[in-house]
């Protein structure tokens, strides 16, 4: 079992850019594929982000050019740095953890955070 704290977010403004963090606890973060995922208030929870074991990335077309996900392995954190944020990018985000392949379907993965607040304003 792995324990995922998410951190960064924050009420920023349309144009700004944040820093998401998920740190991870009892599992190393690199030998396992991790995702971000967000749900905005009464939409389903949507994919944004993945990134492999290898170091690939796959990006949700919302996402493409905007963000970009990483990891310290050193830190056992992954980041996803999202840039010229929109209003529609408010949602709560959180960060998962795949025991497999990673997939844009929240059922591939088993561990996840408690989220973190992003709220854009126009």
């Known amino acids: 079992q792995v324990k995922l704290v998410e951190s960064g977010g924050g009420l920023v403004q349309a144009g700004d850019s944040l820093r998401l963090s998920c740190a991870a606890s009892?599992?190393?973060?690199?030998?396992?594929?991790v995702a971000w995922f967000r749900q905005a208030p009464e939409k389903e929870r949507e994919f944004v982000a993945w990134l492999r074991r290898s170091g690939s990335t796959y990006y949700a077309d919302s996402a493409k050019g905007r963000f970009t996900i990483s990891r310290d392995s050193a830190k056992n954190t992954v980041y996803m740095q999202m840039n010229s944020l929109k209003p529609e990018d408010t949602a709560v985000y959180y960060c998962a953890v795949a025991p497999g392949p990673p997939a844009v379907v929240g059922g591939a993965y088993d561990d996840w955070g408690q989220g973190t607040q992003v709220t854009v304003s126009s």
């Open positions: 009892g599992r190393t973060l690199s030998n396992y594929a």
